[in-house]
Each structure stands twice: as structure tokens, then as C-alpha cells.
């Protein structure tokens, strides 16, 4: 048993299913303040979150995550209770293993060990942890962003624990995300017998044609940094449930990953100039998740390659794939911003798991980060 593995046992074993924090922000605030953080409790509507600093100077290097986690499902379904963390054949389970009570963990023991030994850093090092990022996050870690912008407090460097680890830990990291828009439309037609096609019009006869096109354009190319541009259906429906009756609506849940080649108004302005083209009745709403980001490989992300290269003995791949995270609130104020954790094969699942020996790795690498960036000799 080791420090990171005791604490993430205890962050695990707190249930904190959105927006819950469950005392886990209380736990490592009192860990922090232990070695001389100074400590912010922000609750904004019913989310809870944490912004602890050590030092005063620039630049700041901060850790980002959350406690928050998705719900268990079926419990009957787990090895082991989700919220009663169990160590077995090496492999720590238990829901927020992974996503990210482990990262957690290793920020923690990071920050200790590398102020016991080097209380003089230059710099500071912020902790920005919030209840609220499998949620709508929209009372998290932007509400605090925008707490600190109005404190002038520019973050220079930016490490999420989102576990971004594939086969290995730490064989890929997240340098960038895409941006997220999604979309709800409706084409309304008139509902009728469909015996009396004539006197109906049939919104899911009306809108095939453009679902075709929809599913087979190109939005972009992408470039060396981001895959093209994705679309994607999510939910479709109509009809009244009877099989004599047109339906006198379609709706649809769409979402656009999209990369730096296009802005989400871009995209916005193409799907209504094609409903319009085709002469649809339609209402459509937008909801616009975040923007893309990318930190190109500049002291963060040559930081991070160069420790995991010396803790793990390989070299990693810089990736801007998958959802979304709470970097895309971070970035936009210039921050350098990486996301590094352990292996995802396992998170929002049944028997959600982690390497024990994983976290004390991560742990070792987050140090080897601050000691690259924060250490003067």
C-alpha cells in the first residue's frame, strides 16, 4: 500500500455521483493545506469546488480535475461494491478508479513530495477541482475560471487528469480536444392517414433526402493536429406509434466533433442552408459544448514527454481525439493545457478499475513534471 493508493481509496469509497462532492474536496484540501496551500471553498449553485495555491509568484502550474463521478448502473453487475474500493490481482476497483479519483491521488502525493523537497520552487502550483465535470458543467471549473481571471491570476501551465492512457500508461497524451456542437431539430410536416398521403406531408419522407447528404459530406479535412470534422445522429424519432397514421413531426438529435478547420457558425450556417434549400418547415436548437484547443509542443507538453520517457522508458503520442473534458474552458485564457492520466479502457463502465502500480507511476510522472518546470537548482 502506498500514499496514492491509500488516498485513492478513500476518494473512491465517498459517493459522488454528480453534482456530489461527498467530502472528497474537503479531504484533499486538508492534505494540501497540510504543506502550506492556501485553500478556496467555491460553491456556485449546488456544485462545490476547490482552488488551493502554494506560492505567490509566476508562473502558476496547475493540476485540474474532478470529483465527480458518473452513476454506477446495475450494482449487482460489480466484482465488488462501486463505492467500497477493493484491491484485487493488482487492480484497484471501484467507480472513479480511472476517471479520476487516481489521478487525484497522484496530484496529491506529487505536490507533497515535491514540496518536502523542494520548498523553494519558483512559482506556484494551484489545484482547480470542481463537483461539476460530468455534468452540465456549467457551475464548475468555468465559474471558476472566470473567479481567477477577475483575481489576475494567469495560469501559465495546466495538467488535467483525465486518464488518456490507451494500452499503456502514459502511451498517449492529450495535447487538444475538438470543439462539441449539437443540435435539436424538429421538421414539422402535417399528420394525416396514410391511406390520404395527399391531404398529409410526411416530415420523415421530406427530410430522407437530406439525411442522406448529411451523412455523406465532408466537413473538412482535418490537419496534421486534429481528424476531420465528424457527424453524427444520436437519437431520431416520430410517429404516434400507431402504423395507419403520418406523423406530423421528425425529431433529432444531432452533434458536430469538429477540429480548428471550421467554427461552429460555420457549421451552424451549413445545416440551415440546407434546410432551407430543401424547402423544410423545421425549428432547430443549438447548444454549443466547447471550442476546439491545441497546445502546440512547446516547455508543457516537452515537459511531459521527457518525464514519461524517463518514469516509463518509452516514448508517448500527443493525440487530440475523444469527447470532451474541462480543458476547453482552461485553454481559451492562454494556458498551456495537457491531459494525463492512467489507462480509459474501464471508465463509465461496470468494474471500473485502475493499476495500482499505475498510480504510483502517474504520481512519480506528475512530479517529474513540477521538478521540470518548478524546480531551480
Known amino acids: ?133 460530468e455534468g452540465p458543467a456549467v457551475d464548475g471549473t468555468i465559474k471558476v475560471i472566470k473567479y481567477l481571471q477577475d483575481k489576475n491570476e494567469p495560469i501559465e501551465w495546466c495538467l488535467v487528469g483525465e486518464p488518456s492512457s490507451v494500452k499503456r500508461l502514459g502511451d498517449v497524451v492529450k495535447n487538444g480536444r475538438r470543439g462539441s456542437l449539437n443540435a435539436n431539430l424538429t421538421i414539422h410536416g402535417i399528420q394525416g392517414h396514410v391511406a390520404y398521403p395527399q391531404q398529409a406531408d410526411n416530415p420523415i419522407h421530406r427530410f430522407a433526402p437530406v439525411l442522406k447528404i448529411l451523412c455523406e459530406t465532408e466537413w473538412d479535412q482535418g490537419n496534421e493536429f ?57 425549428t432547430i436548437k443549438w447548444r454549443h459544448s466547447g471550442k476546439p484547443f491545441l497546445t ?26 475523444g469527447g470532451t473534458s474541462d480543458g476547453r474552458f482552461i485553454a481559451p485564457t492562454g494556458a498551456q493545457v495537457i491531459e494525463l492520466g492512467p489507462l480509459n479502457d474501464t471508465i463509465h463502465k461496470i468494474n471500473e478499475c485502475v493499476s495500482a502500480d499505475d498510480l504510483d507511476s502517474v504520481s512519480n510522472i506528475y512530479q517529474r513534471i513540477l521538478e521540470k518546470l518548478l524546480y531551480q537548482s
Not at 16 to 39: E, N, W
Not at 230 to 242: E, K, P, R, V
Not at 257 to 274: D, G, K, M, N, P
Not at 296 to 320: F, M, N, R
Request: net charge negative; proline share 6%; with cysteine.
Open 1 to 133: 500500500m502506498s500514499n496514492t493508493l491509500d488516498l485513492a481509496i478513500e476518494l473512491i469509497s465517498r459517493p459522488s455521483v454528480t453534482p456530489k462532492d461527498s467530502g472528497c474536496q474537503t479531504l484533499i484540501a486538508k492534505r494540501l493545506q497540510a504543506i502550506g496551500f492556501t485553500i478556496e471553498h467555491l460553491r456556485f449553485g449546488e456544485v462545490d469546488n476547490l482552488w488551493a495555491r502554494h506560492g505567490d509568484a509566476e508562473p502558476l502550474f496547475v493540476f485540474a480535475g474532478h470529483t465527480d463521478v458518473v452513476p454506477t448502473g446495475p450494482e449487482n453487475l460489480w466484482k465488488f461494491p462501486p463505492f467500497e474500493p477493493t484491491l484485487h490481482k493488482g487492480l484497484l476497483y471501484g467507480r472513479g478508479a480511472a476517471d479520476m479519483k487516481g489521478s487525484l491521488a497522484a496530484m496529491v502525493t506529487a505536490a507533497e513530495r515535491f514540496i518536502t523537497e523542494h520548498p523553494k520552487h519558483k512559482g506556484s502550483i494551484g489545484f482547480l477541482i470542481t463537483s461539476d465535470e
Open 296 to 321: 502546440k509542443p512547446d516547455t508543457l507538453v516537452k515537459a511531459t514527454q521527457q518525464a514519461i520517457k524517463e518514469i516509463c522508458g518509452y516514448e508517448t503520442q500527443l493525440s487530440t481525439t
Open 226 to 282: 486534429f481528424p476531420p470534422t465528424s457527424f453524427q445522429i444520436s437519437n431520431i424519432n416520430a410517429g404516434t406509434g400507431a402504423d395507419n397514421v403520418i406523423p406530423s413531426d421528425l425529431e433529432l438529435l444531432f452533434n458536430f466533433r469538429y477540429c480548428t478547420e471550421v467554427t461552429h457558425t460555420q457549421l451552424q450556417e451549413q445545416i440551415t442552408a440546407l434546410l432551407d434549400k430543401h424547402k423544410l418547415k423545421y
